[in-house]
């Protein structure tokens, strides 16, 4: 698109605001939650040798995907809605 890093960064600079930050870090925090408590929830129910991790381990992506969804759903509408 021929313009330089700087102008780049200048640009996405005065786009991005405090509450943009806030909630992505917000956001981050809550998803890193969502997988290590499914993950472990997982872990500790697994039997059945390696066809039991592998059944677990899918378990495990299928749920925390549609679990982050929900929550990025629900955080988006608290932290930008006009209640």
Do not use: H
Request: proline content about 0%.
């Amino acid at each position: 698109m021929d313009f330089s890093a700087l102008r780049y960064f200048n640009q996405t600079s005065a786009a991005l605001t405090m509450k943009d930050l806030g909630t992505g870090l917000v956001k981050s925090e809550c998803i890193a939650v969502i997988i290590v408590m499914v993950a472990c929830y997982e872990g500790f129910r697994t039997e059945g040798g390696g066809v039991g991790v592998g059944k677990a381990t899918t378990t495990t992506v299928v749920a925390s995907i549609f679990l982050i969804i929900a929550a990025d759903v629900l955080l988006t509408a608290l932290f930008y809605s006009s209640f």
